[in-house]
């Protein structure tokens, strides 16, 4: 419906399209000459044969006007520097409605254009003010109530909108592991905090529906519900036909999610709250009640731009440019309001100039305010860390009764076993995890029946059940989606990737994602989880590239993230204490990288020693984060800083070398690869006569460099050192593999430079 005449006028051709979709709206009123109905009570539809109430239109109006208002105020005050963020919602604040016919415990995920659905998501607690919080957010003042100056996102701690900043779709899958995780928290007896029937609510461009990680949610969502598995999450696909610059071709978005099986198709008018709001309510009833993953299209229309700095008038012609302002729809509305003798033209224009006012006003109050200025005050929530409260739950033993009962008696504890080699133990562990924390699962590629490829979860699915312990889709971008939603709704996640290089592919999911919750939501939200991952080299060449990458460094700079490398049972045990430790206290995100090559290792140094076999600490023993273990303290001729493979390498290497050059070596442990304890490794260099770094990761970005930088920003630097380190390159399969990885004879060869 094209509201505006079809002719030009002069000053339509300006450059500045805020000001001229400003204009157009009081000109459009003012203009206005319809007939006027007798105006309806407020529960009376507000048109004939609405869905609508005229009390609900008045809202949802009041809030399309606030949303478009703060688009107007930030293009305004942006230029002034009071603002820092310009991507608007005009257009798109018919989304409104998703919130009207929505409840605010259903947990939302929002598209950075869903302005008019946060303004009516705060009708629904009284006592909130939606244009002075996001007034707060747009001048990234640090009182900004959800991510407290650190970025303009929508979202809120009481009205459950997880804040997301702007990737492209890499929210939806979170959606569908929270809409999962409401269902299986409900079935497995959890206290839930949101109720049991609640949805999750996920926005999103049209562009943005093509995108891999949004495939892959609209993929699993439907293997989900084909299974007759509840999946109550509600896409709300946000169409505007444009991605930036680039048109959705006609059509497209129909086309394409129409006819999928499994995912139930919507079609609401967001130009028009008359005739959309009972599509839009249709949807919604459809995933409360029938639990099935529901596809809501929403159209839409995209005026002012992708963001300020959008001059569109460059590259679309203003014949078309005009024809999308004509389908504003605020103008759509103020018809409604005049048409159905709801309000009068002064009224609506009267409304309108309020809105303004009271949007600016906030705005200008907000740049008062202060803003982040202190680093640390920038990174507090980015990772919190409470040693003495980590400490004390990671040694908390008073879970005995349920461990009696999960391993069998007493003589069946994994502590009164002889000692075992690493699998066993990392079994063992998670069994005594389990036990501990009712609210873990443990899920993945193959973890169920069969226990892992590796067999470390063998016997898990058993003793805990199909709800707790389960195979996903292949899929690690949806494990890692699920285990966000799982924590979102007070689970504890520990997914399984089931090897280091498939990792990769799904690492935004921790980079973009969970990692960047606390932070972007001033640690309102946490999605705390341990993230297990096999992985690094030495299978005696099998497998090659993918099933023995050695590259950590895609999990060394994601900021927040706790990465531990047990090489041994033990520490394997203690460890995984600690980190699901640190997630009930802390809230975080944790790794722990699994040796494959020690998987099974029971010898050090001859065949049959058993030198690589330990015992199961019992509960009360936890490692603190960023602790270390020493191989011969006190030694300090040669001090070998490794980890992961290279512990057990660098102790039969230093016997070689000390019957070599009569060197007494001490090795460090590192353990904890992320962080680095820099301080930690300072004291292992202070009276170190020779420091050798062996590191079975890629030369490159490795955790090698950081052990190197923390020695000589330490003040050590001038000590006689090398390092022995992978090569920068894929790992080939059979013997050429162990060219491009450290070895022993690597290690003895590089002190033997040392000592020439
Ligand atoms: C992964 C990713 N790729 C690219 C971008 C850059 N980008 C931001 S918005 C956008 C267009 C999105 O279009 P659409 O999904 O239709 O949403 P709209 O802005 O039209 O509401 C692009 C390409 C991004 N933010 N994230
Ligand atoms: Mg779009």
Redesign the pocket.
């Known amino acids: 419906m094209s509201i505006l005449p079809n002719r030009i006028p002069a000053r339509m051709k300006g450059l500045n399209r805020a000001e001229i979709c400003d204009v157009n709206f009081s000109e459009f009123v003012r203009d206005w000459d319809g007939d006027v109905e007798a105006a309806p009570a407020p529960h009376e539809p507000i048109l004939d044969g609405s869905a609508l109430d005229a009390q609900g239109f008045r809202e949802l109006f009041e809030s399309q006007l606030i949303s478009r208002h703060l688009d107007l105020m930030a293009r305004v005050l942006r230029v002034q520097n009071k603002v820092f963020y310009t991507?608007g919602s005009s257009g798109?604040e018919g989304n409104a409605m998703v919130a009207r016919a929505t409840r605010h415990t259903d947990p939302a995920f929002l598209?950075?254009?869903s302005g008019g659905f946060m303004a009516e998501r705060f009708r629904k607690l009284p006592g909130m003010d939606p244009v002075m919080d996001s007034a707060l957010s747009f001048a990234a003042s640090s009182e900004d109530p959800i991510s407290g100056g650190r970025h303009k996102v929508w979202g809120s701690k009481p009205l459950w909108v997880l804040p997301q900043t702007?990737?492209?779709?890499?929210h939806l899958p979170k959606a569908l592991g929270t809409a999962i995780a409401i269902e299986t928290g409900r079935r497995l007896g959890h206290d839930l905090p949101i109720p049991d029937d609640s949805i999750a609510i996920c926005s999103?461009?049209?562009?943005?529906?093509n995108?891999a990680?949004a495939q892959t949610a609209f993929n699993a969502a439907a293997w989900t519900a084909y299974q007759k598995l509840p999946a109550p999450v509600l896409f709300v696909c946000?169409?505007?036909g444009?991605?930036?610059s680039v048109k959705?071709p006609n059509g497209w978005v129909e086309r394409n999610f129409s006819q999928r099986p499994d995912l139930d198709y919507f079609y609401a008018d967001g130009l028009d709250l008359a005739n959309g709001y009972a599509d839009v309510q249709r949807a919604v009833e459809h995933c409360r009640k029938t639990r099935r993953p529901t596809f809501l299209h929403l159209r839409?229309t995209?005026i002012m731009g992708?963001a300020g700095t959008d001059f569109e008038i460059e590259w679309r012609s203003i014949e078309e440019l005009c024809a999308v302002e004509a389908s504003d729809p605020l103008l759509r509305s103020a018809a409604i309001a005049l048409q159905s003798g709801l309000m009068s033209k002064d009224e609506v224009l009267a409304l309108y100039e309020a809105t303004r006012k009271r949007c600016f006003a906030a705005a200008e109050e907000a740049d008062r305010r202060p803003k982040l200025d202190k680093l640390d005050d920038v990174i507090a929530p980015l990772a919190p860390y409470t040693p003495a409260a980590v400490k004390a739950e990671a040694e908390r033993a008073d879970y005995a009764a349920r461990r009696l009962e999960v391993f069998g008696g007493d003589d069946k504890l994994p502590e009164n076993q002889p000692p075992r080699h690493l699998a066993i133990q990392i079994n063992n562990a998670l069994h005594d995890t389990f036990a501990k924390y009712p609210e873990t699962l443990l899920f993945g590629e193959d973890v169920a029946q069969k226990g892992g490829v590796y067999t470390v979860t063998r016997g898990l699915q058993k003793a805990f059940g199909p709800r707790r312990v389960f195979n996903t889709l292949l899929d690690e971008t949806m494990i890692l989606g699920m285990a966000q939603g799982f924590a979102n709704v007070g689970l504890l996640p520990i997914p399984e990737i089931q090897y280091l290089a498939y990792f990769h592919n799904a690492c935004d999911q921790l980079r973009g994602e969970a990692a960047s919750l606390q932070f972007f939501s001033n640690d309102q939200y946490r999605n705390p989880m341990v993230v297990r991952i096999a992985g690094l080299g030495y299978q005696r060449g099998f497998g090659g590239h993918f099933h023995n990458d050695n590259s950590i460094t895609a999990l060394r700079d994601i900021p927040g993230l706790v990465v531990g490398c047990p090489s041994r049972g033990d520490d394997a045990v203690t460890m995984l204490r600690t980190l699901t430790a640190l997630a009930k206290v802390d809230g975080r995100v944790a790794v722990l990288l699994e040796p494959i090559a020690l998987y099974m290792t029971k010898d050090l140094h001859e065949a049959g020693d058993g030198g690589w076999l330990t015992g199961f600490p019992a509960p009360g023993e936890a490692m603190e984060l960023g602790e270390g273990r020493v191989y011969d303290e006190g030694n300090d001729d040669l001090v070998i800083f490794t980890y992961g493979n290279g512990v057990p390498m660098s102790l039969r290497a230093a016997r070689q070398i000390e019957q070599k050059h009569g060197w007494k070596a001490r090795v460090v442990d590192l353990r904890w690869l992320v962080p680095l304890n820099d301080g930690f490794i300072v004291e292992q260099a202070r009276n170190a006569k020779r420091i050798l770094i062996v590191d079975e990761g890629r030369r490159s970005a490795g955790v090698g460099e950081g052990v190197i930088t923390a020695i000589a920003e330490g003040g050590f630097g001038a000590r006689p050192f090398q390092r022995v380190v992978g090569v920068d390159t894929y790992t080939p399969l059979a013997g050429a593999a162990f060219l491009v990885i450290p070895g022993e004879e690597d290690i003895v060869a590089a002190a033997d430079r040392l000592a020439g």
């Not at 702007?166 to 890499?170: E, F, L, V, Y």
């Not at 999103?204 to 529906?209: N, Q």
């Open positions: 991507i798109h598209h950075y254009r702007s990737t492209i779709a890499s999103f461009g049209d562009a943005s529906s995108h990680t946000e169409d505007n444009i991605g930036i959705t839409t995209r992708h």
